[in-house]
C-alpha cells in the first residue's frame, strides 16, 4: 500500500459572501522512499495541499489514507497524534521558538511523545549531528545563519523519526548558495530511506527530486519523473 493515498481531494475555504476553491479533485499517490517537488504558481494550492498532508488540515470532501489510516474521519486530537507520529515539517520561515537554544528547539516534539529527558537530550543532539549541526547546539536562532536555522527546522522534523519530510518552500527565504547546500541534505536523507515531499516554484530546486507534480488551479496537470532519476537510472551514468 502506498503511503499516501489522496482521492479525489477538494478543498473550499468559506470566506462567507465568497468561497474560494484550493482544491479542486486532486489525486495522488506517494511511496515510502520516494522524493516529490510539488511545483505550481503562487495561489495554486501548493499549501493547501501540504497542509492536507501533513494532517494540519482537513479536506471538504475526499479521501486521504496516510499510512493505513483514513485521515478524513479523524478529530483533532487524533489528527494531531498522527501528525506527531507520522509527519516532519518544514517551513520556509523555519518557525524556531526565539531565546530557546538549537538543542531544545529540537527536543520538542519529543516532549508530546513522552521521552524522559535524558533520551529527549541524546535523540536531539542525534538529530542535530546528522544535519551537520553538532557545533552549534547552544546556539539560539539569532546567533545562527538562515541556512543554519533551517538544518535546525529539519533536525526537530527528523527527531521523532517520522515516516515523511514535508517541507513548504524550505529555500524560499534563503540565498541560492545556501539553499544548494540544503537541498543537498534532503538529497542525503532521501538517499538514508526518507520519504520526502517539498514544495519549490524554483525549477533547479525541483530537479533534486525524482518526481515533479505539477498544480494548476487546484489540479494535478503533469506528474513525471525528473532528469535526476533518469540519470539515477542510466546505465551509462
Ligand atoms: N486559510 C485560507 N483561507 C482562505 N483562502 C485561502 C487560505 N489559504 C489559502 N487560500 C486560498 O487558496 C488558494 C490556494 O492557496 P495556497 O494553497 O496557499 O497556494 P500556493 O501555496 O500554491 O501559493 C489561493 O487562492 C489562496 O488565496
Ligand atoms: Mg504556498
Redesign the pocket.
Known sequence: MALIELRDIYKV?D?GAEK?H?LNGVDLSVQRGEYVAIM????????????LLGCLDTPSSGSYILNGTAVQELDDTQLAAIRNKEIGFVFQTFNLLARTDALHNVELPLIYAGLSRAERRERARQALEKVGLGSRMTHQPNELSGGQRQRVAIARALVNQPSILLA?EPTGNLDSATSEEIMQLFDELHQAGNTVVL?THEPDIAEHAWRKVT?RD?KVTSDQATSRRDRRRSPAS
Request: glycine content about 20%; aromatic content about 4%; cysteine-free.
Open positions: 475555504y470566506m474560494v484550493a505550481g504558481s503562487s495561489g495554486s494550492g501548493k499549501s493547501t495541499l501540504m497542509n513548504d514544495v498544480l487546484g
